[in-house]
């Protein structure tokens, strides 16, 4: 798998040290360099890259601005490079793969380039299987009505959520979560031996999580099913569902299908 990368910065020694430091990765093949924003949504527009080492400060338009710039394609992966550590949260709000601080440090760029791997592999299996399917839908259709098909946006669904909380960013991976509760426009995320503070609606939140998986118990409660440990019955319908952690969460009349899939 050859990961076509573009790298945009407006410092040239920049540009040199970052090619310098991709050299190893021969699966790393530089596309194009750019040396500012509008030069950036260009390149990214014709060439439609993999990925792009983009810088946030430069003249004209920043790196959240090509970002921006791209978001009616289907946008490449974003890796943030920049000498200014304050604009962290805004590159992960921004959904980037990482945040990497000038001079790039060799180890964080190779843990970089796992996580964009991986991040290239999930989307290209999923396009695959739907060329499939296309495929098979036009010389055999009667194989396709018969194919059991994944839900076509199993492969959209996050894997991992940024989460600021007490002035820090957490990377929470998303199997770990027990369960999630609302508080107005705040949702609290629990672990197994953790809770974070959230600002997201229950609404959006639930866009962003596998339904097959993360399942709403009550009316402010999402629970993961993969979690779950045992159910106990409780009274006029009710019940509580016992996590992996010990922890207890009541599901209401309202839901009970979700507890009829645990009783065979």
């Known amino acids: 798998m050859t990961i076509r990368t573009l790298i945009v910065d407006d410092e040239k020694l920049a540009i040199q040290g970052l090619q310098l430091r991709l050299e190893p990765y021969s699966d790393v093949e530089i596309i194009g360099t750019c040396a500012n924003g509008r030069e950036a949504i260009r390149?990214?527009?014709?060439?439609?890259?993999d990925l792009v080492f983009l810088d946030i400060q430069m003249p004209g338009f920043d790196g959240f601005s090509v970002v921006k710039g791209v978001m009616e394609l289907e946008p490449p992966l974003f890796v943030f490079v920049t000498a200014f550590e304050e604009h962290a949260i805004r590159a992960f709000e921004a959904n980037a793969v990482n945040y990497l601080m000038k001079p790039v440090d060799e180890d964080k760029l190779a843990d970089t380039l796992d996580r964009v791997r991986t991040r290239l592999a999930e989307k290209r299996s999923a396009d695959e299987a739907?060329?499939?399917?296309?495929?098979l839908a036009e010389i055999?259709?009667?194989?396709?009505?018969?194919?059991?098909?994944?839900?076509?946006?199993a492969g959209r669904y996050e894997k991992m959520i940024n989460i600021k909380d007490r002035g820090q960013i957490f990377r929470v991976d998303v199997d770990s979560i027990e369960h999630i509760?609302?508080?107005g426009d705040y949702m609290c995320i629990y672990t197994g031996d953790n809770s974070l503070i959230l600002r997201e609606t229950m609404k959006d939140l639930e866009r962003r999580l596998d339904p097959r998986v993360f399942q709403r118990v009550h009316r402010s409660t999402i629970v993961n099913l993969d979690q779950v440990r045992q159910v106990k019955p409780h009274t006029n319908g009710e019940c509580f569902l016992v996590l992996g952690s010990g922890a207890e969460v009541k599901v209401s009349r309202s839901y009970r299908d979700v507890v009829a899939r645990f009783v065979h």
């Open 43 to 49: 390149a990214i527009k014709t060439e439609k890259p």
């Open 140 to 153: 055999a259709p009667d194989a396709i009505e018969n194919m059991p098909i994944e839900d076509e946006n």
């Open 130 to 135: 739907k060329k499939l399917q296309d495929v």
């Open 181 to 183: 509760e609302a508080a």
